[in-house]
């Protein structure tokens, strides 16, 4: 499957011959319909962004099988694999004979042959999840630990609607989505790029998704809400989508001010407020909560606390914005 391109199969893959005959490319699609097992193991490549060797990518496997961390990136130094503890709310390191778990997200850094930020040049890191690939429904356990965020990915070799996701776990998660886009540089203290259904914060040259898009291989931040650990992906979420950029597609109407934080040149972070018939002015599934993850931000006030993404309803130039 050539990159661009996307097959749909009503029913399962069956693949009796090696992983090298079936294989999807960087940006292609194997979209299914019915919720049966598939047969056999192939290969789905998935290109990183172009970044320095201390960088890092957070991946999920859109296949199951016996592949481990090392397998999919040998040359990464093996103590620089990591997944996200949530009663710390840190990350940890695993042993690079980790296997990947089924729509779990690792944080893995770019291969020790890489160059050095800054004089580069950046390259992207071309990785090939192997095994049988992922199709139906797929149930992930979170833990409510702490406060509740928990380290997922999308587990198909297709793209999956972000939209469809939030919608089929409201009852879960709270309706933010954190994407990781830390680099190696003094331009990027804060480490992730917030989503909602009302738009998203920081956006950033990572590997990551449109607007309403997230792509195979994409591992990402979700928060349980109290007492929820049960996060539940399916066929419908899936979708043909063949690109990696911001913004593109406008799903319903909106109104959205993004304001920047800056320390001389360099951005510290963003808030994003958007408009939409649909938004309350407390809190609702649209707003999304400031992850913590750099001492200075600029946030915006809802019942006591703070949010990079807050809905507000239709736009009035009286609306004031704690």
């Known amino acids: 499957m050539n ?66 961390m090392m397998d999919f990136s040998p040359l990464t130094l093996t103590d620089r694999f990591y997944e996200y503890l949530t009663s710390t709310n840190l990350y940890s390191v695993v042993l690079n004979s980790t296997p990947f778990s089924l729509a779990k997200g690792y944080l893995i850094r770019m291969p020790n042959t890489w160059a050095d930020a ?23 356990t979170m833990s409510n630990a702490g406060t509740g965020y928990n380290a997922v990915g999308n587990p198909y070799p297709s793209t999956i609607k972000m939209s469809s996701f939030l919608s089929a776990n409201t009852a879960n998660i709270e309706g933010a989505i954190y994407f990781w886009r830390k680099t190696n540089d003094k331009n990027n203290a804060t480490s992730y790029s917030t989503c909602t259904t009302g738009g998203c914060t920081l956006e950033n040259s990572h590997v990551y998704p449109e607007l309403d898009y997230i792509s195979s291989g994409q591992g990402f931040i979700v928060q349980a809400k109290a007492g929820k650990t049960t ?44 408009y939409m018939d649909d938004a309350v002015a407390g809190v609702d599934a649209i707003d ?35």
Not at 15 to 40: F, P, R, Y
Not at 233 to 249: G, H, L, S, V
């Open 231 to 274: 996060l539940n992906f399916n066929n419908a979420m899936r979708i043909e989508n063949n690109t990696n950029q911001f913004f593109k597609t406008k799903l319903v109407e909106r109104n959205r001010v993004w304001i920047n934080l800056l320390e001389g040149s360099s951005q510290v972070n963003q808030m994003l407020v958007v």
């Open 118 to 140: 800054p004089t580069g040049p950046t390259a992207s890191f071309q990785g090939s999840f192997i095994g049988t690939p992922n199709n139906g429904d797929i149930t992930f």
């Open 3 to 68: 990159s661009g391109t996307t097959i749909t199969v009503v029913n399962n893959l069956v693949n009796n011959l090696s992983a090298d005959k079936v294989v999807i490319e960087n940006n292609a699609n194997l979209i299914q319909t019915n919720n049966l097992a598939n047969t056999g193991v192939i290969t789905v490549n998935r290109n990183s962004s172009s970044l320095y060797r201390l960088d890092y990518t957070m991946w999920s496997s859109p296949v199951t099988g016996s592949q481990t």
């Open 288 to 322: 999304g909560k400031y992850i913590n993850d750099n001492p200075t931000a600029l946030t915006s006030d809802i019942a006591g606390e703070e949010y990079v993404i807050q809905g507000r309803p239709t736009f009035s130039d009286t609306d004031v914005v704690n």
